[in-house]
């Protein structure tokens, strides 16, 4: 445990009639810390941010915010902030209206509302459209006027809800860039919600992985990566390859054993031989040819049907290759091998 | 920019006891709920729904005609007064008077609506809807009277006919029973057109509420798929928009079924429900049967509107 | 959500221009030949074309006091049953618009009988109650009948218009510290305003022109409606309603365009907002 966590949920459970939306989760958040929950759509991990903002009521548990109990708070009276999904900017005020909303409510005076107002739009690169109104802006804009509108109250805790998620590609990236930089500037937690694992690995410090209201694995992005405790985590995850059974038990030696088990090895750990050449020691290998092949530009993706039975899929960056000579592959014998130590075996869900 | 270490609670600058009541409702949701309906609610069912139950009530009752009081006990008797042929032939001509209305509605306005729904510019579609908007707020009952000025003997249309040589027309029409009478001015005809002319905005909207929302890509879908533009409007429009056609005809029927104003000024002396209804409370003070005539259009508007309901035409509204 | 279906210049199919067009002159050339006869000399038949044209009845109707009077009253009972009916349903429409609870569905459906059900069932209603009761017939008892249809009208718009805005920014008021209180007077009130402000007038004009519940639920007094209706069967001085008649036209147009310029340009901020 550390010291003076931002947010300490105490198995806090939110049931929806007969539906657990959020099932007896216990997480802490760390100060300053830029954490994300992640999880496909209906995991939990939106009404747990709902949760610390008081838009939802706990069914069972508490939430600590800095060691306050805040379980019974309306979200007036917490001093955290969210940023929506779909902004939620005010229609009829003008941009600095909506930014100063937080300080007129508590009454600050007109001048140092402007001061903040300014330098909020200094911070997120948007200066000078005070006056404007939220129809007149591009949708990244707008994200970043939200952003504003809630950081210039100062909150304990930054909520961001997919804020990124009607971004298209380019503007979502850079703007993954932006996040993490204004994080580091103001100090302040995050709390990021997204079902975009990448999105999730680029910026954070900590995820916390949900799966059907409760969580599965809270580490850093490489933990997460490297070491999946789960099947879920480990599909959920970047891309990985499973394993079962008999085709497992071959390729790890012990080909007598009946045991159920599975083992994960992600696609870029795979290297693509030639039928025949030597294994390393420490190395598991396995043959097989060439089924399919997608060229991505940066890398290329081959699917590999093994002797042995199943699929693994290698992804090998195109130091070399070009489109036609990777396409060329395709029906190639080859041999696959791999480091053991990056080999993970996992337990099954049940 | 360093954290600025905020209160947990902000100061008290602002009224602590709305703060305490805001907190206090926030998560009762329940009582929020009622203290909002409560008052209108309460109106509602006290002065309307309660005077049309206890209308109902009155109309189980009956006028004794040798004493002129009214006797409370249950009694269909009442009732059994509306099929007198002189009565049924009331609820006939109101009845046969709205659906005509209600028609000739739809069909005028139909391509009103559709021209404003698809083809005006914005500009023009503001324009369109105040030229159909203002004439519903001149007063209803001069509008009415418009048409006694216009279908008047001496009157405008008159005249007009007879400029262009149709008297004998027009005397044709006007000899035709059920229809006609002895001027354009008092006759069912009259009555028809003074029906349908103060109805049609009211046609006219909700059509062209929901002519809007048919999506252009389902006509488009349509033509990419090979219909002629009778066959998208046929099979792709008209269905569609079908339920503002629906909320339309709620208005006119129950408007028409219900109106005295329209038989008084333009009629000849055949009744009509609402005359009927105002002249059994009026003079007669024969409440139950003035009870009794109006639920003959209520009931009918309201299994008319359970109908429409399953329509969609609520949504057109 | 309506799509934009129009495009402006796109040529309409001739059949169908020329019948808009027949329609519209249909709804407007009545109006024009009230206005026509306002002017006539002739005050006791409607020979076309007028024998002369005069504005001598214009201070005639203004020296009526009995036309005074009632416009009077008909101001004064439609303001009040607005005022009563703005709060009304706006309480209603927040209820049924937040929350999903049992008979919600009923209480829609009994929001909209009174405009759907014919006049004379709530005038003769409201009148047999009111007789029963032994309540004197009253100012008060005019404003109680038109109440009842201009809740509905107000109702119906404040609720479209809730259905219009997201529920993110409600949230985002009370995220950024602003109680219900404040939330409602910086974020749902200006959101809600301009279908206040139409509804509001909506309910204005039809109560200004409604006779067939007035009739019934009318003492002595005379509302403008009531006023007309009496003076269309005398055979003098008829010029004079429809010097009356061009007047309320007047006094309702003037609300009219600006409630309807208020909720276009509501929607197309709305539109901007959402594309």
Not at chain 2, 39 to 51: A, E, H, R, T
Not at chain 2, 213 to 224: K, N
Not at chain 3, 190 to 207: H, K, Y
Request: aromatic content about 10%.
């Amino acid at each position: 445990m550390s010291e003076n966590p931002a947010i300490v949920f105490e198995g806090v459970s939110r049931h929806f009639g007969e539906v657990k939306a959020v099932d007896n989760v216990s997480m802490e958040v760390r100060d300053g810390e830029f954490f994300s929950m992640l999880g496909p759509s209906g995991s939990g991990k939106t009404t747990c941010l709902r949760l610390v903002a008081g838009f939802e009521q706990l069914t069972a548990g508490r939430i600590l915010l800095y060691g306050q109990d805040v379980s019974a708070l309306p979200p007036y009276e917490r001093p955290v902030n969210t940023v929506f999904q779909d902004y939620a900017l005010f229609p009829h005020m003008t941009v600095g209206e909506n930014i100063a909303y937080g300080l007129m409510i508590k009454r600050i005076a007109a001048s140092e509302r402007r001061q903040r107002v300014e330098e909020m739009l200094d911070l997120v690169r948007l200066p000078g459209l005070a006056e404007r109104k939220p129809s007149q802006l591009s949708g990244g804009q707008r994200q970043r006027i939200a952003l504003a509108r809630a950081l210039v109250n100062h909150p304990k805790v930054l909520l961001l809800d997919e804020p990124l998620g009607a971004l298209d590609l380019k503007l979502r990236q850079q703007m993954q860039i932006e996040l993490k930089s204004i994080h580091q500037r103001v100090g302040v937690t995050f709390i990021f919600v997204t079902h975009d694992q990448e999105e999730a690995l680029t910026m954070s410090d900590r995820i916390a992985v949900f799966n059907s209201g409760k969580i599965e694995q809270i580490g850093t992005p490489a933990e997460l990566y490297e070491h999946p405790g789960s099947v879920f985590v480990a599909g959920f995850v970047g891309v990985s390859n499973f394993v079962d059974d008999t085709v497992a038990h071959a390729i790890m030696g012990d080909a007598t054993s009946d045991e159920p088990v599975t083992f994960t090895i992600r696609p870029e750990k795979i290297q693509i031989l030639d039928p025949g050449s030597p294994v390393g020691d420490g190395m598991y290998s396995a043959d097989g040819h060439i089924s399919e092949v997608i060229y991505l530009g940066i890398n290329t993706r081959y699917i590999v049907s093994l002797d042995l039975g199943g699929e693994l899929t290698v992804v090998e960056q195109n130091l070399n290759s070009t489109s036609m000579s990777a396409l060329a592959a395709r029906g190639k014998p080859v041999r696959l091998v791999w480091k053991r130590e990056h080999n993970r075996t996992i337990k099954l869900d049940h | 920019m360093q954290k600025t270490e905020i209160p947990m609670r902000p100061t008290a600058t602002q009224s602590s006891l709305w703060r305490s009541v805001s907190n206090y409702l926030y998560y009762r949701p329940r009582l929020v709920l009622v203290l909002l309906l409560g008052p209108p609610l309460l109106f509602m069912l006290v002065v309307y729904v309660g005077s049309l139950g206890s209308l109902l009530v009155n109309s189980f009752f009956y006028l004794d005609g040798f004493t002129g009081k009214i006797v409370r006990h249950f009694t269909l008797q009442t009732y059994a007064e509306l099929f007198v042929p002189s009565n049924l032939d009331i609820f006939k001509r109101t009845i046969a008077m709205a659906i005509a209305v209600t028609v000739a509605d739809a069909l005028i306005a139909f391509p009103l609506a559709h021209y404003m729904a698809k083809y005006a510019s914005p500009r023009r579609k503001s324009l369109i809807y105040l030229a159909v908007l203002i004439p519903l707020w001149s007063s209803y009952l001069v509008r009415v009277y418009a048409w006694r000025l216009i279908l008047a003997k001496e009157g405008i249309l008159t005249w007009f006919i007879g400029k262009v040589g149709l008297l004998g027309a027009l005397e044709w029409i006007l000899s035709l029973p059920g229809i006609g009478g002895t001027s354009l001015g008092l006759s069912p005809i009259g009555m028809f057109i003074a029906f349908t002319y103060v109805w049609l905005p009211f046609m006219i909207i909700p059509i062209q509420t929901a002519l809007e929302r048919v999506p252009r890509s389902l006509e488009e879908a349509s033509a990419d798929l090979g219909a002629k533009p009778f066959q998208t409007f046929r099979n792709v429009i008209l269905p569609l928009s079908f339920p503002g056609v629906v909320a339309g005809s709620i208005f006119t029927f129950s408007l028409t079924l219900g109106d005295f104003v329209v038989p008084l000024s333009l009629g000849n002396s055949k009744l009509f429900i609402g005359m009927a209804v105002l002249s059994h409370q009026g003079t007669s003070g024969n409440i139950p049967l003035a009870a009794a005539f109006t639920m003959g259009p209520v009931v009918i508007m309201i299994i008319y509107l359970l109908i429409a309901r399953r329509t969609g035409a609520f949504d057109a509204l | 959500m309506p799509s934009r279906a129009t495009s402006p210049g796109r040529k309409a199919p001739l059949p169908l221009t020329v019948t808009a067009v027949a329609a519209l002159l249909f709804l407007n050339i009545p109006v024009l030949i009230i206005f026509l006869y306002a002017f006539t000399t002739d005050e006791s038949t409607y020979t076309f074309p007028p024998p002369g044209l005069t504005t001598r009845w214009v201070s005639v109707a203004f020296g009526r006091s009995d036309m005074l009077e009632a416009l009077w009253l008909s101001l004064g009972v439609a303001l009040l049953a607005t005022l009563v009916a703005l709060v009304l349903g706006t309480l209603a429409a927040a209820a049924v618009y937040r929350t999903e609870f049992f008979g919600r569905e009923a209480i829609s459906f009994l929001l909209l009988l009174p405009l759907a059900l014919p006049g004379i069932a709530t005038g003769i209603a409201l009148r047999s109650t009111i007789a029963t009761l032994n309540i004197p017939f009253s100012y008060w008892t005019i404003v109680l009948g038109h109440a009842t249809f201009c809740v509905v009208v107000v109702y119906n718009n404040v609720v479209a218009r809730f259905r219009r805005t997201s529920g993110s920014i409600i949230e985002a008021s009370m995220d950024l510290g602003a109680d219900s209180w404040q939330t409602f007077r910086y974020v749902v009130l200006p959101s809600i305003a301009t279908a206040l402000l139409a509804g509001g007038m909506l309910a204005f004009a039809l109560s200004f022109d409604e006779i067939i519940v007035t009739t019934f639920t009318a003492g002595q007094q005379e509302t403008l409606p009531i006023w007309i209706f009496s003076q269309l069967a005398r055979p003098r001085q008829r010029p004079v309603t429809n010097v009356v008649a061009m007047l309320v036209f007047l006094l309702t147009l003037i609300p009219i365009y600006f409630a309807q310029k208020l909720t276009t340009q509501a929607a197309d901020t709305e539109g901007q907002q959402n594309a």
